[in-house]
């Protein structure tokens, strides 16, 4: 009986496996030095190329490492990539980020990012073909003026806001949907 039981775990194991690796591989056609989307057939909630899509990206956190890309850039490079994967006319792609405390160091310019982790900034290509796909990126001025940091110190296409609350609130306020940047 046990026998049966393991025989018949594994077989299920092993159908989950099989039908895991039949996903097509991830497309990345807005943001290539960002996060792929991978099309998901028969999907119960798909993305309408007809829905315009408010999001805004609360940037928190810090990459793992000094070498990876920030989170809020991967999940705005994903929603960018699936929206353009999904044919979501870019009028109806609005997508901002917004960077408070810890990310703000993964804007730096290369030579103020190489200085203080030792690697060169793996965020730079990310932010620039988000910002050329239309994605809105600010810095929290709070943040700025505690750290005594200059907007020249980051990478170009960066907006200063006075706040970053007062930006995911004003986004908010407007429809927007917040997303998390874990």
């Known amino acids: ?5 393991f025989v018949l775990a594994s077989a299920a194991f ?3 496996n099989a039908v895991a690796a039949d996903y097509a591989a991830p497309k990345s056609p807005a943001v290539a ?3 792929g989307y991978v099309e998901i057939p028969g999907a119960q909630v798909a993305i309408d190329p007809a829905h315009v899509y408010k999001v805004i990206v609360d940037g928190l956190n810090a990459a793992a490492k000094p070498t990876a890309v920030l989170p809020a850039l991967n999940r705005a490079s994903l929603m960018v990539n699936a929206m353009t994967v999904a044919r979501v006319p870019s009028a109806n792609r609005k997508v901002v980020v917004v ?3 810890p990310s703000v160091d993964g804007l730096l310019k290369n030579d103020g990012y190489r200085a203080k982790f030792g690697a060169d900034n793996p965020n730079l290509k990310v932010i620039e073909q988000l910002v050329a796909a239309g994605v809105e990126l600010f810095v929290c001025g709070q943040h700025m003026a505690n750290a005594k940091l200059g907007m020249e110190a980051l990478a170009p296409g960066i907006k200063l ?3 970053a609350s007062i930006v995911l609130v004003t986004y908010q306020n407007e429809g927007y949907a917040i997303v998390a940047d874990r």
């Open 1 to 5: 009986m046990r026998l049966l039981s």
């Open 33 to 35: 030095d960002g996060t």
């Open 161 to 163: 806001a006075t706040a």
């Open 14 to 16: 092993i159908s989950m």
């Open 99 to 101: 960077f408070h405390g």
